[in-house]
């Protein structure tokens, strides 16, 4: 799920499932009234998460009791 936050004042608009948004979608934030508008490929907040996509390294050298 990607949290839709207000470009101005990072209020959680709304949660949508990665390819929910299939269109432009424009919400109008509650608190201050900005209206941010949303793209399927390229969402507004684009530095607000990193996604590492390398996160399981498989040749970890700590053996753990699986
Ligand atoms: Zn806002």
């Given at each position: 799920m990607k949290e839709i936050r207000c470009g101005t004042c990072r209020?959680?608009?709304?949660k949508s499932a990665d390819r929910a948004i299939v269109g432009i979608?424009?919400?109008?934030c509650p608190r201050c009234g900005t209206m941010n508008s949303l793209r399927p490929l390229e969402p507004?907040?684009?530095?607000?998460?990193r996604h590492t996509p390398e996160k399981t390294?498989?040749?970890n050298s700590s053996?753990?009791?699986r």
């Amino acid at each position: 799920m990607k949290e839709i936050r207000c470009g101005t004042c990072r209020k959680l608009l709304m949660k949508s499932a990665d390819r929910a948004i299939v269109g432009i979608i424009e919400i109008k934030c509650p608190r201050c009234g900005t209206m941010n508008s949303l793209r399927p490929l390229e969402p507004f907040s684009e530095r607000q998460e990193r996604h590492t996509p390398e996160k399981t390294c498989p040749g970890n050298s700590s053996s753990k009791t699986r």
